[in-house]
């Protein structure tokens, strides 16, 4: 299953990560460019760092010039994350191109890569959930309360995997059809940003 795939991928990804645990760290990818594997590590590797910069930017003890420092890295990050999204949704319209739908064919609310973005996600939810469920200095009380959501975490894992595989598998069948739209973000464009538009 394609689920199982990926979640494999995200765990090596947020495992290696972690080896070092530093957002500024040098980034490797195992897999070959021409796998998708390669554009899952990616994706991951990008949602792991991101983590870290939310993390960060919340101290409130932060110096403001580094926060608006740390503000700019987070909207590129953003930005590489759509752009992700975007290449595992075309490897998934390349793999179904030659797919002829059925009659009674519906489109999906989502396309498949972005709800294996949320997949992505919810790994490192279950990874830092998982840890709070397991410190050392923390409460009982805590420990219980870390649990209880990390296993409902881990329910909404099978979910959403299982409503993932069942995804392609219509649309593989011809059941579901995938319809891509890329994503128009304007804050990011000199000419539909008023802001970014004032300074040329």
């Known amino acids: 299953m394609f689920s199982d795939l990926a979640l494999k991928i995200f765990e090596e990804s947020i495992t290696q990560y972690h080896v070092k645990d530093d957002v500024n760290q ?68 390349n793999k179904y191109k030659n797919v002829s739908k059925t009659s ?23 990874y830092h959930m998982d840890e709070e469920a397991n410190r ?7 420990l219980n309360k870390c ?16 409503a993932i595989d069942q995804l392609l598998t219509d649309i593989e069948n011809g059941d579901k059809f995938m319809k891509v739209y890329k994503q128009m973000k304007m804050y990011n464009d000199d000419e539909l940003n008023p802001v970014l538009r004032a300074q040329k």
Do not use: C, G, M
């Not at 796998?35 to 409130?60: C, F, G, M, S």
């Open 147 to 162: 649990n209880e959501k990390l296993n409902i975490l881990l329910e909404q894992k099978k979910d959403l995997s299982s």
């Open 136 to 142: 050392k200095d923390a409460s009982e009380e805590h």
């Open 26 to 93: 040098s980034f490797d990818n195992p897999y070959p460019k021409d796998d998708v594997a390669h554009l899952l590590y990616r994706k991951n590797w990008i949602d792991t760092v991101q983590w870290h910069y939310e993390d960060i930017i919340r101290d409130p003890e932060i110096n403001p010039v580094d926060a608006l420092v740390l503000k700019r890295k987070i909207d590129a990050s953003n930005q590489d994350r759509t752009d992700l999204v975007e290449y595992i949704d075309s490897y998934f319209l």
């Open 104 to 126: 009674t064919a519906t489109i999906n609310t989502e396309s498949p890569a972005w709800a294996i973005d949320r997949l992505s996600i919810l790994a490192l939810k279950i």
